[in-house]
């Protein structure tokens, strides 16, 4: 189990199925910044039972204090030729009532570090909907550096619009104890 200062994480799986779906679901936990497709528990389940659709991690994580579950969090690699594209894209997504709290930026710190020390990858990276200032702070206080805008990459509320991506490379990183002592507490 991945702890933290305030959150700990747990691995998803088909148990989980019923909260990733109502999470999926609901508009206000999608946020404006999020198409939501409504899912059931049972697509869920299935999603979460086939090893194809695996990702390299996929975790709830819990506000420690209150014990309850606040977000979701993971990571894939994004390119089909992960064999010559070595990065491994993050993505998480918080409940409003914990947001602006600095959870996010905790579970990002808390997953950077634990990424870089357990896999070989190089870079990291995260993809923010254009627009999204909250989410595009919380990576660069992870140390995340904007390297640009993808255009049109996607379709969100009946047009095509911007990504912005950001990374951290392991050369930013550099240790534990480095990456520790320059970002907030985790």
């Known amino acids: 189990m991945l702890i933290g200062k305030n959150i700990h994480f747990q691995p998803v799986g088909p148990q989980n199925a019923r909260l990733l779906a109502g999470w999926q679901s609901d508009p206000a936990f999608m946020g404006e910044f999020y198409n ?11 999603s979460l039972s086939d090893p194809a659709k695996n990702t390299i991690g996929h975790y709830i994580f819990f506000d420690s204090e209150k ?16 064999h010559i594209f070595q990065s491994i894209e993050i993505f998480y997504q918080l409940h409003p009532k914990s947001r602006g709290k600095g959870l996010a930026t905790q579970a990002v710190c808390i997953m950077i570090n634990h990424l870089f020390n357990s896999l070989t990858s190089e870079r990291i990276q995260a993809t923010v909907i254009d627009g999204n200032v909250a989410s595009c702070r919380v990576l660069e206080k992870s ?8 255009r049109k990459l996607t379709f969100l509320k009946g047009k095509y619009i911007d990504m ?20 907030p507490e985790f």
Request: charged residues 25%; contains cysteine.
């Open 36 to 46: 939501v497709w409504p899912i059931t528990t049972q697509s869920m389940e299935k």
């Open 164 to 183: 912005d991506i950001f990374s951290i490379i392991r050369d930013d990183w550099i240790s534990e104890k480095v990456y520790r002592s320059n970002h």
């Open 67 to 82: 014990k309850e579950a606040i977000g979701q969090f993971g990571c894939f690699t994004p390119y089909t030729h992960s």
């Open 143 to 150: 140390g995340m550096v904007k390297e640009g805008t993808l």
